[in-house]
């Protein structure tokens, strides 16, 4: 009797919360839209972590109802799309899933989430994001910017399913982390991360993308669009892992030598500067980089 009296007592505390959030977002004209996706995932996955999935479907259908009564609809699908994200992200901590677990499967109903907002939605409420890119290459053009490529809108184009992709996992790793921070406090078992030293691309995946770092000489082989997005975006895929791969490094050697300040420096280089990260990531995946720095800085375990 005790455990269903906290299990309600608990429930209704979390769709407090939920309520009081959507309530002051529109008082505040929905200027905390921004951070729903973030903020409203934890009410659910603190729940469904602790009691399990069926009492998370009776607190989550609980939730859409609020949403349906205190938002609106631009915040109603935000508050569905952290229903979906909690639900998933809550059953993968009450089932003991890894952290790889948790972050593919709430990258990918993250980046679900932006295809329907982005693309669906977006039409509904008349936003072309074909035309607006031609808008943009237009205006540039007026502006006197000549030297851009023949295919530069289907380069542009191209680009959009990664961003949607990058941005996805990144609201992903952030609701991660926020996640896991509250759980601990909560005293909720979780799993570790794996220490930074084995954290790195495996060696048959690395060939791979070393592969996708040279598509981008066949883009002027064919003149088909949809090859032409698909080799970008591979290509790009391609840079963008050995990127977070050099990144990883750096943040380990910082740690090593206690200058946080080089993490810093990474981001801003290899933003401006791909290539390097490419790099550091290719040497880090393909020889004895890590070992030897561990090696001479650092204990095995970091």
């Not at 998370?56 to 609809?73: C, E, R, V």
């Not at 072309?128 to 890119?133: I, K, L, Q, R």
């Not at 790195?200 to 070393?210: C, D, G, Q």
């Not at 080089?262 to 290539?275: E, I, K, T």
Request: charged share 15%; hydrophobic share 55%; net charge positive.
């Amino acid at each position: 009797m005790k455990k269903q009296v906290r299990t309600v007592t608990e429930g209704a505390m979390m769709l407090a919360i939920v309520g009081v959030f959507l309530y002051v977002n529109r008082l505040s004209g929905a200027m905390l839209d921004g951070i729903l996706a973030f903020a409203m995932p934890l009410p659910a996955i603190f729940y469904i972590a602790k009691y399990g999935i069926k009492q998370g479907l009776i607190l989550s259908f609980a939730m859409a109802l609020l949403g349906l009564i205190l938002a609106n609809p631009i915040s109603l699908f935000y508050v569905m799309t952290a229903i979906v994200v909690g639900l998933v992200y809550g059953y993968g901590i009450h089932r003991d899933k890894d952290n790889g677990w948790l972050l593919i499967w709430t990258t990918i109903m993250t980046a679900i989430s932006f295809f329907i907002e982005m693309v669906l939605l977006a039409k509904m409420f008349g936003y072309d994001f074909n035309t607006e890119v031609s808008t943009l290459i237009t205006t540039l053009k007026e502006m006197g910017v000549t030297s851009m490529p023949d295919n530069i809108e289907t380069l542009i184009i191209s680009i959009y399913p990664m961003a949607m992709l990058m941005a996805a996992f990144a609201q992903a790793l952030i609701t991660h982390i926020f996640a896991i921070i509250l759980l601990k406090r909560l005293k909720i078992k979780t799993r570790s991360m794996k220490p930074l030293s084995l954290i790195i691309l495996p060696r048959k995946f690395a060939y791979v993308l070393s592969l996708g770092l040279f598509t981008n000489l066949f883009l002027t082989l064919t003149n088909d669009i949809t090859i032409q997005i698909i080799l970008t975006n591979f290509a790009t895929f391609s840079m963008m892992m050995f990127c977070i791969d050099a990144y990883i490094f750096v943040l380990m050697f910082s740690k090593l030598v206690h200058k946080p300040w080089l993490s810093l420096l990474a981001v801003l280089v290899f933003l401006m500067m791909p290539f390097i990260g490419v790099s550091i990531g290719l040497f880090d995946s393909f020889t004895d980089l890590r070992k030897r720095v561990l090696y001479t800085y650092a204990k095995p375990a970091e």
